[in-house]
Each structure stands twice: as structure tokens, then as C-alpha cells.
């Protein structure tokens, strides 16, 4: 009896830490981020993001109608990069603030309401651009931790898509 107390409680502690963004997988994900997203790497900046979003619309070609106010008709466009850079700054913003939990809150509830006034975005988008990060930093980074990176982009997403249908 007490020996099966036992397994259900680690099994539930294991599925829970799963779940978590701890402090070991921040330290490691703002380590790996540094080192992909440096101030002076500018033009690779704008090159991982677009391989990002070349990646969703391949796995996700509806998503594309969502971003036609920023020309993705033409990702070459000066429309289209800026946005590139401006979501990518998001998310090296949030990555910073992984240790600054209060203020960490704020930003997503910020970012959760322009989401939310945006038509047509859902929370299967978020799902998207999580599978479209886990697919492409591998290739930039030789020592990216996928699990951690899954643990804390989705808690960053689940809560920034939490309205959202």
C-alpha cells in the first residue's frame, strides 16, 4: 500500500516537473540564447526568424493569411523583416525576463492582449511557432537542450495564448 502511494506520487511529481520551466532550464536557455541571438549577429537575427516563419507557413499554410498587414506576400520586404526582428525581440525579451518573474507576468499579459485582438489568432498558433523554434535553433545551436527549451517557450506561450480560442 505504502510502496504504491509512493509510485503515484513520483509519477505525478515527474509529470509536473515535466511541466516546468525551472531555474536550471532558464539558466540554461538564456545561456544557449546568448550565444545564438548576440548583439552583433544582426543579419542572423533576421535569417533565424525567417527560417522560423518559412517553417510555420510550411506546416501551417493557413497561418500565413495572419500576417498580411506585414507583407508576407514579399518576405524580403522591409515590412515583412521588421517584423521578423520584432517578434524575435519579443521573444529575447521574454527569454531575459525568465529570471524577473513579476515583471515576466506583466509582459505576457500585455503580449496575451495584443494576441487577443489580432482575429484569427489561436492557441494552435502558438503550438506552431513552438514546434517551428524546436525544429529550427537545433541547427544554429551545437548544444541546444530541446526539453528545456519546450519547458519554459511553452509555459511562455501558454500563457500569452490563454484567452485565445
Do not use: Y
Not at 509512493?6 to 509519477?11: D, E, H, K, N, Q
Not at 552583433?40 to 498587414?69: C, E, W
Not at 521574454?94 to 503580449?111: M, T
Amino acid at each position: 500500500m505504502m510502496l504504491g502511494l509512493f509510485l503515484v506520487l513520483a509519477l505525478a511529481s515527474t509529470s509536473f516537473a515535466q511541466d516546468c520551466c525551472s531555474a536550471e532550464d532558464r539558466r540554461e536557455i538564456q545561456f544557449i540564447w546568448k550565444r545564438v541571438w548576440a548583439s552583433s549577429f544582426t543579419a542572423r537575427k533576421v535569417a533565424i526568424a525567417g527560417a522560423v516563419f518559412d517553417d510555420i507557413f510550411l506546416h501551417n499554410p493557413d497561418s500565413k493569411a495572419l500576417f498580411t498587414r506585414v507583407n508576407v506576400a514579399h518576405p524580403e520586404s522591409g515590412e515583412f523583416r521588421s517584423h521578423l526582428v520584432r517578434v524575435a525581440n519579443g521573444l529575447d525579451n521574454l527569454i531575459n525576463l525568465l529570471d524577473n518573474q513579476q515583471v515576466l507576468a506583466e509582459q505576457l499579459k500585455h503580449l496575451a492582449g495584443q494576441h487577443e485582438a489580432r482575429k484569427g489568432v489561436t492557441k494552435a498558433h502558438f503550438t506552431a511557432i513552438a514546434g517551428a523554434f524546436g525544429r529550427v535553433l537545433p541547427q544554429v545551436s551545437s548544444c541546444f537542450n530541446i526539453e528545456a527549451w519546450n519547458r519554459c517557450f511553452n509555459r511562455l506561450t501558454e500563457r500569452i495564448s490563454v484567452n485565445l480560442p
